[in-house]
């Protein structure tokens, strides 16, 4: 799977290496018509966590906690490389990936403050971009421990991981909905699974009903999906010659348009798409400068955060 070992390069670069107390079930709210997006010079409250380059010789990537309210940054971890932080439903610990002399990359949990450092997917190959069910109990997670790269889904009570994906199609980059009921990610199509061209699929929290829901194009590929706050529409990111740009899907029609319409110059980077349950916001990059946006109002706002690796808001 071509595409697949291209994005684990590339997310690897993101999140390391650069190339629960009460859970809180979110609320769920149909979305008004899209409204003109809008970047806005109003400041936000609330915590970002994010990963940066401390050095390039040796390469070390850590993690860091900045308050909006008062812009202070604390450095959370300090051992090897530390990328793709995600702040848990509650805001009460963090999932990040880490790299471990023994096993490569595994995936660690900590406490908010940084304190309780602890492995929870550990296997001799790479486990990759985990990322929270909405009510904080379990994650889902890639990881290649049954030879081809695939999605899991791991029960943090439990301690109990499923394998939810087969090798014929594998995955990467998924994303539960907010509604808990489905997950997207992105793999090839069967037909065309040569050519390094990957679209966004949907499937059940379990496995099952597996839909693709952007087609095969010669011309793009698109990765990192993400969902709406009432679940009804994804967002994902299209690379169009090279440059990637964001993209709205409306599942009712299965209809992609570009998402941020003359906000930024053409020849502006999107990356970085992911989204805050809670909030009902997505962050992205555009240039090198973080993003939050309101998905309802589509008021943008800066983070103040500039060339970090991976990024998570809360609330």
């Known amino acids: 799977m071509k595409i697949i070992r ?9 999140a390391i290496v650069s190339c629960t107390s009460q859970q ?3 609320t769920i709210t149909p979305l008004p018509t899209l409204a003109t997006p809008e970047l806005t010079t109003e400041q936000i409250s609330g915590w970002v966590v994010y990963s940066a380059l401390v050095s390039r010789e040796p390469f070390v990537t850590q993690i860091f906690l900045k308050n909006l309210n008062t812009g202070e940054i604390t450095q959370l971890t300090n051992s090897r490389n ?3 932080p995600r702040w848990s439903p509650d805001g009460s610990q963090i999932i990040f990936a880490s790299q471990t002399e023994e096993n490569g990359i595994d995936i660690y949990l900590m406490n908010r403050d940084g304190s309780n450092q602890r492995p929870i997917v550990a296997s001799s190959v790479d486990d990759l971009v985990p990322d929270w069910s909405p009510d904080g109990t379990k994650i889902a997670f890639v990881s ?5 790269l695939n999605i899991y889904i791991l029960d943090l009570q439990t301690k109990v991981d499923t394998r939810l994906t087969n090798d014929s199609l594998g995955g990467f980059a998924p994303k539960w909905s907010p509604d808990g009921q489905k997950i997207s990610f992105i793999s090839n199509s069967s037909e065309n699974r040569q050519d390094g061209r990957s679209q966004v699929f949907i499937m059940n929290a379990d496995g099952t009903n597996v839909e693709q829901i952007t087609p095969y194009d010669i011309d793009h590929f698109d990765d990192s999906p993400v ?3 009432d679940s009804s529409c994804v967002i994902f990111k299209r690379f ?3 440059v990637p740009k964001l993209m709205f899907l409306d599942l009712a029609n299965r209809k992609a348009t570009p ?4 906000i930024f110059d053409d020849n502006v980077l999107e990356t970085s798409l992911t989204r805050s349950f809670s909030r ?3 962050t992205f990059v555009a240039g090198e400068m973080y993003y939050a946006m309101d998905i309802k109002t589509r008021k943008i706002y800066s983070l103040g955060v500039e060339n970090a690796l991976a990024l998570s808001l809360y609330p």
């Open 82 to 84: 530390n990328g793709w």
């Open 240 to 242: 169009i010659g090279g």
């Open 227 to 229: 969902w709406c706050p």
């Open 280 to 282: 009902g916001y997505i």
């Open 6 to 14: 291209k994005t684990i390069a590339s997310l690897l670069c993101l």
């Open 144 to 148: 290649s421990k049954d030879g081809a």
């Open 24 to 26: 809180l079930t979110p």
């Open 259 to 262: 998402f941020l319409t003359g």
